[in-house]
């Protein structure tokens, strides 16, 4: 368990310099070898402005999450009602550690898939045997068609099957085997059981299928692979990540993933969800707020524009406006588009782009490979962000292999500061993000004022492997949370759990 660090505040500094304008024109065919430019601007005011426009001070943090609590809010009470779809789960009961069998996880949302079985022995004994494979999807599956696709999940689910050990694993007489789906992406959820494809996100693009209820996609392709397995709960990444982290540690109430994608999971009181429309309801229930779609206020540098109008699948979320009487639906999604791991190395690359074409970052010299879109990973982001040498070494040699460009000293430390730009913006909202929820929480129950502590259960490749998108994430939740609240807040890095929070949401709603 990491509990939340309390490192200093970040201080951020938004130097003034003139402003600059670039054109918001979609570029084309870049210039490979630039021409000698007449009065090039300096990367400096460049990076100044840019270092300008993604600024997160507190006061404008603050106000994200304020803005984030209000669209939480106006979710809850209807349908569309704010830029959160505050999508009801239907999970009302968290895994208790009294659940028992053989149950499976099938998990999709990213370019891999994994499948697992979970032999659960109760109370005393939890997981005894756990077994799971993953593949790799084929790109060409990921934009198909929804039979190329879920094919071959239920072949791959087939072959897993057949090569399980009999000894570790006990189906129990007349039982079917029974699932637990991980479907990350979207979902307008009509059961516990069945919900339809709200929108494709992180480069998805399978045809036809908005709309349509997935499990019936999953269940087709079992049966035309003779597989008698039955999908028993549909579940959001963020809904197993929370689920499973609730089976080891009772104070979980939020699961976040930041990852290829982003999103944030929480326990409501369902007397607090006006658009349930039950006079009756109490208790609790699990909110998938698919907080990537928010969007209000946050600032859109042209870097952050151009991506999305570029991307697979531009402004991800929908939102309806009354327009002249017409319903007009615009999609966006924008802070899935700031903070998560998909995203921040293509903004990077932009930058440069921009800094080579209109300037100098590396004299005359544009790099080839700065014109292909999602090139730089973040992964790349944090290798040169990590590099502690006087003369950034790393940096130096990952720009030699990667734009087969020398770059000076200076050039180096611009990268690195266009790096931690992005890299601060994203891990900072992210963190703004976390307050909205933790202090919704509080305001309904009042857990952290009367000291219980409050977990958040946390998953994703960015959040895992990247320290200063952390470092950056937690400092801004100490600082906007103050130290007291904050001091009973557990951040908690729980990786791979989803696959088992959807293997224990299977057995608690088995229909055994
Ligand atoms: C999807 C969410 C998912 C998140 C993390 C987003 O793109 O919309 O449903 O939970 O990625 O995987």
Not at 483 to 495: G, Q
Request: proline share 3%; net charge negative; hydrophobic share 40%.
């Amino acid at each position: 368990m990491s509990l939340i660090m309390f490192a200093s505040p970040v201080v951020v500094i938004t130097p003034t310099v003139r402003s600059l304008t670039f054109s918001s024109s979609r570029r084309s065919n870049y210039t490979v070898m630039s021409a000698v430019r007449s009065e090039p601007t300096s990367t400096c005011s460049v990076l100044t402005k840019f270092q300008k426009d993604c600024a997160t001070p507190i006061p404008f943090l603050r106000n994200v999450a304020d803005a984030i609590s209000d669209d939480m809010r106006a979710g809850l009470a209807v349908e569309g009602g704010g830029d959160l779809d505050m999508i009801l789960t239907f999970v009302d009961a968290l895994p208790s550690g009294n659940e028992e069998g053989l149950f499976y996880a099938l998990d999709l949302g990213g370019t891999n898939f994994r499948v697992r079985s979970v032999q659960l022995g109760g109370k005393e004994e939890r997981v005894v045997a756990n077994e799971s494979e993953q593949f790799s999807i084929p790109h060409e599956l990921m934009v198909g068609t929804s039979e190329e696709l879920f094919g071959f999940i239920a072949s791959k689910l087939a072959d897993f099957v057949a090569k399980e050990k009999p000894g570790r694993f006990r189906l129990e007489q007349g039982r079917k085997r029974e699932i637990g789906f991980t479907f990350s992406f979207p979902v307008k959820q009509t059961s516990i059981d069945s919900g339809t494809l709200i929108k494709w996100t992180k480069g998805f693009n399978v045809s036809g299928m908005e709309g349509k209820n997935v499990v019936a996609c999953l269940n087709k392709a079992m049966e035309a692979h003779r597989l008698d397995m039955r999908v028993s709960a549909l579940v959001n990444d963020g809904v197993g990540t929370l689920a499973g982290a609730r089976y080891w540690d009772e104070d979980v109430m939020v699961g976040v993933i930041l990852g290829t994608g982003t999103n944030a999971c929480y326990v409501e009181q369902k007397n607090a969800i006006p658009k349930l429309q039950s006079k009756f309801s109490s208790g609790t229930t699990i909110i998938n707020t698919e907080w990537g779609g928010f969007s209000k206020i946050l600032p859109r540098t042209i870097f952050d524009q151009e991506m999305d109008e570029e991307s697979l699948n531009p402004g991800e979320h929908c939102h309806q406006f009354l327009y002249c009487f017409f319903t007009v639906w615009v999609w966006i999604k924008l802070y899935e588009k700031m903070i998560s791991g998909m995203y921040l190395g293509e903004i990077v690359r932009r930058v440069l782009l921009q800094m080579c074409e209109t300037s100098d970052l590396f004299g005359q010299f544009v790099p080839v490979k700065l014109s292909t879109p999602f090139a730089l990973r973040t992964e790349d982001l944090c290798k040169m962000q990590e590099d502690n040498t006087d003369d950034l070494v790393t940096v130096g040699s990952f720009l030699h292999n990667f734009l087969e460009v020398e770059a000076n000293l200076k050039a180096r430390r611009r990268v690195v500061e266009v790096c931690d730009t992005v890299v601060q913006r994203g891990g900072r909202l992210a963190g703004a993000g976390i307050v909205a929820i933790l202090e919704k929480i509080e305001k309904d129950t009042d857990r952290m004022a009367s000291g219980q502590r409050t977990v958040v259960a946390m998953d994703g490749a960015l959040y895992e492997k990247y320290p200063q998108y952390r470092r950056y994430m937690q400092d801004a939740l100490v600082e906007l949370l103050g130290h007291h609240l904050s001091s009973h807040v557990a951040i908690k890095h729980t990786k791979d759990v989803s696959g088992l929070g959807a293997a224990l949401l299977a057995a608690t709603n088995s229909i055994y």
